[in-house]
């Protein structure tokens, strides 16, 4: 059953804290993104991975962080330099990378700094 | 993003009536995705329009992409409350780059 995951659904952070959203994939993409989500907004690009060991930033970037070690998985680190973090964030995986290529959504992490 | 408007923002409708969804770009189309979202869930791809005049059809959701105007809209005919959620547009304005997204219209169905 191939799809993507992420974890957990609901986080909780105190201000200063980093706190990390794990994605993983198993639909052998190349291409992994990370978009945050405010109420009523649409998606803002924050970060992307075109493959294995090769990330780049996106509109958003300030703030997080990522790793790309394996195909599979694409964390994302929200660091205390991120000054408004409470969003909801999806996870996203393409085949290859570029806007033609259909990009497959994870069920979200909602974050809330307390 | 203001470089892809979607209007309206809300929209509450009886059930069985139809609606159209827009979604305008400032910038030049090469396509467009739209997508569905359940409120507080991931997007599920609903349809991809690459040329212009194209229209796709899926169940009782219809899109189209007007290049000329750098605008596509999407119609659901006889709305169902499964309808009901937020539809939102991803524009491609350039092969290479990411999409950009609309800010959504969030879709009321009432029984």
């Known amino acids: 059953d191939g799809g993507i995951t992420q974890s957990p659904k609901y986080l909780f952070r105190k201000e200063g804290q980093n706190v990390t959203l794990s994605c993983e994939q198993n639909?052998?993409?190349?291409?992994m993104y990370w978009y945050r989500q405010d109420p009523g907004q649409g998606l803002r690009l924050i970060y992307y991975?075109?493959?294995?060991?090769?990330?780049q930033k996106g509109d958003i970037a300030e703030g997080y962080s990522v790793s790309r070690e394996k195909k599979e998985s694409f964390p994302l680190t929200v660091t205390s330099a991120q000054k408004n973090p409470t969003a909801f964030y999806l996870c996203?995986?393409?085949?290859?990378?570029?806007?033609?290529?259909?990009?497959?959504f994870g069920p979200g992490t909602r974050l809330t700094v307390l | 993003s203001q470089e892809l408007e979607q209007s309206p923002q809300s929209l509450i409708v009886q059930e069985g009536k139809n609606l159209t969804i827009n979604c305008t770009s400032s910038k030049t189309l090469y396509g467009l995705y739209w997508y569905k979202q359940k409120y507080g869930e991931g997007l599920i791809f609903l349809m991809m329009?690459?040329?212009?005049?194209e229209e796709k059809s899926h169940e009782k959701i219809t899109a189209k992409l007007d290049e000329k105007k750098q605008q596509s809209s999407l119609h659901i005919t006889a709305s169902q409350p499964s309808h009901a959620g937020i539809y939102l547009c991803?524009?491609?304005?350039?092969?290479?780059?990411?999409?950009?997204f609309g800010g959504g219209t969030r879709l009321m169905v009432k029984p």
């Open positions: 329009l690459q040329k212009g005049g």
């Open positions: 996203a995986s393409s085949l290859l990378a570029g806007a033609y290529n259909e990009q497959f």
């Open positions: 991803g524009a491609i304005h350039n092969a290479g780059n990411m999409l950009t």
């Open positions: 991975s075109q493959i294995v060991n090769d990330f």
């Open positions: 639909l052998n993409h190349d291409a």
